[in-house]
């Protein structure tokens, strides 16, 4: 097995852990500024992070709030709807004064659409980033609607490299420093803080047959469509069953595409997600860029080694010919999957070696490096 070399953006923008572990010295009011709570429908990667930084961050003694667009459900901490899924980004700022109040730091999810906080809001500002949307707005928005994604690129943009100008930044991964500095965003002003894995319960039993599994919202930068294709191709050489694992607006359009031996479960508990990752011989994710991929690493903690492509995001939670493979192109990814498939001692290697490296992943070390941060923000700001 070839032996890992850091790749360049390891280097540029390592491990969080660099940073200690300090929370301020007595309890914090932070409010979290988000388009969605965990309970929501549409809630992915960003909401989970989100509610675990924020319950793990009132379990060390600091009163936390998300206020949030659409439904807001009971949480150990406080969550507040401000309206609507879109109508909230105008309401946040009264929402903040009226029903939330004074905080001492107000962390802003900027996850496309932007809030623009540092501009409305008198007090210590940190953006939280999951990945830097630049060519997601043309996939979303094609055709006649390409000046809407022209105009939203440049909000982003101007959002994270200007109105941000002065606060710090958290990037959940390497790749995402990188995109945040290649919009013009300062090295200094970066803070990369990863996503933590909850420690797995006891193992589930292994598939006997192949069983290939796609974990996440079913949207078009996913590209679970391209991952059908490709299983027209695999099938045959490998048989045994496809899962598709997730909801949402592409799920009618992906159903009607799928040939044989494919299911689509749609939303599944904790419990049926855990026996799925340990169970799947590959966990596959043909997504066009991640901020970081939590699944891969999910599924890590559980010996069950991933296929991705080389995009952002991913190509930091997968350890390329350690953890799982990367592809650089459809046949790649393709003939990586056949051979993992063939190779019962390959993946058997694999998925312990994920499994090793998931450990240094846990939820309480985000937290503490979240902290560390939220304090750093805390202490540099000035009226």
């Not at 496309?112 to 996939?139: E, F």
Request: with cysteine.
């Amino acid at each position: 097995m070839p032996q890992h070399v850091p790749s360049p953006l390891r280097a540029a923008f390592p491990r969080s852990a660099q940073y200690p572990p300090a929370l301020p010295p007595h309890p914090r009011r932070i409010v979290f500024l988000a388009r969605r709570d965990l309970g929501n429908p549409a809630a992915g990667g960003s909401e989970l992070l989100v509610d675990r930084l924020a319950g793990g961050l009132t379990r060390l003694g600091h009163q936390v709030t998300l206020l949030c667009g659409g439904p807001a459900a009971y949480r150990d901490y406080r969550v507040v709807s401000a309206g609507g899924d879109l109508g909230h980004f105008l309401r946040a700022r009264p929402a903040l004064h009226r029903q939330v109040g004074d905080c001492d730091l107000l962390v802003e999810v900027c996850n496309g659409l932007p809030y623009l906080a540092p501009l409305w809001h008198r007090g210590p500002t940190l953006c939280l980033v999951n990945h830097v949307h630049t060519d997601l707005w043309r996939m979303r928005f094609g055709g006649p609607l390409a000046p809407a994604a022209r105009l939203g690129r440049r909000l982003e943009h101007w959002a994270l490299a200007g109105a941000q100008r002065g606060g710090l930044l958290v990037a959940v991964s390497p790749s995402t420093a990188h995109a945040l500095r290649a919009i013009g965003v300062e090295r200094d002003r970066i803070r990369v803080v990863h996503n933590g894995v909850e420690e797995p319960g006891p193992r589930a039993l292994r598939s006997p047959e192949p069983l290939f599994v796609a974990m996440g919202r079913l949207v078009e930068y996913k590209r679970i469509d391209l991952l059908l294709r490709l299983w027209e191709r695999v099938r045959p050489v490998t048989g045994g069953r496809l899962v598709i694992v997730g909801d949402g607006p592409e799920r009618e359009r992906l159903e009607q595409l799928a040939g044989p031996h494919v299911e689509f479960t749609g939303h599944v508990s904790e419990t049926e997600k855990h026996r799925l990752l340990c169970a799947a011989w590959l966990l596959l994710h043909p997504s066009a860029v991640e901020g970081w991929g939590l699944v891969v690493t999910e599924a890590a903690a559980r010996e069950t080694p991933a296929i991705a492509f080389d995009v952002p995001g991913l190509r930091d939670s997968v350890v390329d010919g350690e953890t799982g493979l990367l592809a650089r192109g459809e046949s790649s990814f393709a003939a990586a999957w056949c051979t993992l498939a063939l190779s019962t001692e390959r993946r058997t290697l694999m998925g312990r070696a994920a499994r090793d490296h998931a450990a240094r992943y846990r939820w309480n070390h985000t937290v503490h490096q979240f902290g560390a941060v939220a304090a750093e923000a805390v202490r540099g700001w000035t009226p």
